[in-house]
């Protein structure tokens, strides 16, 4: 029997976190042995926000040995970067006569970062948009929000479609760009008159998409939050990170509602694997005995359950790049071949046809 087609990938813009691992990194482990899984370092994807040569290619590094170190195993899932497939700028370009300005202006994540390159702070409730429309228009040449970051939701499509993807192992703030996906899918697929691309969805084990959140509180945990807790974290560090994590004041009576930055610390809790312990302390805040200290704790050694045996190996895999080359080498290899033939489709399909 086919195997569904499986991919997902990362971007190069650093250390993995906690958010990363839950959201997907995970899952690429548990779904290698049961389907044709691709895994990518979206390199591209990362210069929207990250144009640095030399911090780029250190991250494509890092990121790599942290695939590995957490378990995915090459000779399984095919592992490769994406800047290392050419055909995937190609059919971007393509693609992109198909998807509108507009669409693409009102998606969050376009928003968000376009804010941040304006320097302007976070969206609120009622935000005039088109004020906010002007300011791109307006903006300095040394301020830009570069077209990238626009077209940011058209490359994504492209790395899922090009590949036949049908599944898609994703962390709940991708939803959107995969909601994208499906809908570019479609149009293409209607506007040729062609079967060629299949409708994508998120994967994790049949339960809703994962959102880590910060440990400040509320929001989601993120790079440019500045909240993350790294899979590479030292234990002394991230116990600290996690001894200050922001709670409340105690539940000051029986049965009330869960505050939402201790929520946050049980939900993390049980993310981990430790459900029992979880519900233990749910019951300890309903009948007001829970104690923030041994919570943060518990959660501190359960985190590093997890992390410690990534942390161990990731420095001896760094450390071969002969390994690394294989490794993505291979994987370029294999993911270019499918790559080729969908864009051969795509190019025949909208009548490049040479001659
Ligand atoms: P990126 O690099 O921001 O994040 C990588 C993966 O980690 C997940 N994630 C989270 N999940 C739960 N809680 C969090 N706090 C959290 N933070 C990050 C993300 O959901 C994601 O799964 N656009 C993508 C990269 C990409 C891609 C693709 C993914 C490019 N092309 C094709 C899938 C398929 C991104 O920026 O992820």
Do not use: W
């Not at 993807?165 to 008159?193: C, I, M, W």
């Not at 049965?255 to 979880?278: H, K, R, Y």
């Not at 233990?280 to 050694?301: F, N």
């Not at 450390?319 to 969908?342: C, F, M, N, S, W």
Request: charged residues 25%.
């Amino acid at each position: 029997m086919k195997k569904d087609i499986v991919l997902s990938g990362i971007r190069s813009t650093g250390n993995l976190h906690l958010g990363n691992y839950f959201g997907a990194l995970r899952n690429f482990v548990r779904m290698q042995d049961d389907y044709d899984c691709n895994f990518f370092i979206a390199d591209l994807h990362a210069l929207t926000t990250n144009p640095d040569p030399v911090q780029l290619h250190a991250s494509v590094k890092q990121i790599l040995a942290e695939y590995l170190a957490a378990g995915i195993d090459p000779e399984k899932a095919t592992i490769f970067v994406q800047s290392d497939v050419p055909e995937i700028p190609e059919m971007y370009l393509l693609l992109n006569m198909h998807v509108g300005i507009g669409e693409l202006m009102r998606t969050t994540s376009f928003k968000d970062k376009a804010r941040k390159a304006l320097g302007i702070g976070p969206a609120a409730e009622g935000d005039d948009d088109e004020a906010f429309e002007k300011q791109i228009i307006g903006a300095s040449t040394n301020k830009r929000v570069n077209a990238g970051l626009l077209t940011y939701p058209t490359l994504m499509a492209v790395d899922i479609l090009i590949q036949k993807a049908t599944l898609v192992p994703v962390g709940k703030d991708q939803e959107q760009h995969l909601e994208l996906t499906r809908r570019f899918a479609r149009r293409f697929n209607s506007f040729y008159g062609v079967d060629l691309f299949p409708e994508p969805q998120n994967f994790n084990f049949g339960a809703a998409a994962v959102k880590v959140p910060g440990l400040d509180g509320s929001g989601k945990m993120g790079k440019s939050e500045g909240n993350c807790i790294y899979l590479v974290d030292e234990p002394k560090a991230l116990r600290k990170k996690v001894m200050k994590a922001v709670t409340d004041e105690g539940p000051k009576e029986p049965n009330q509602p869960i505050s939402e930055p201790v929520a946050n610390l049980i939900n993390l809790l049980e993310l981990t694997g430790a459900a029992d312990l979880a519900a233990q302390y749910r019951a300890a805040y309903a009948d007001c005995t829970v104690r923030y200290g041994d919570l943060k704790k518990d959660l501190a050694e359960a985190i590093l359950g997890i992390t410690t045996p990534i942390r161990d190996r990731v420095n001896d895999i760094l450390a071969d790049e002969e390994y690394l080359r294989r490794v993505v080498r291979q994987g370029a290899e294999r993911a270019r071949e499918r790559a080729a033939a969908t864009l051969a489709e795509v190019r025949q399909v909208m009548g490049l046809r040479g001659f």
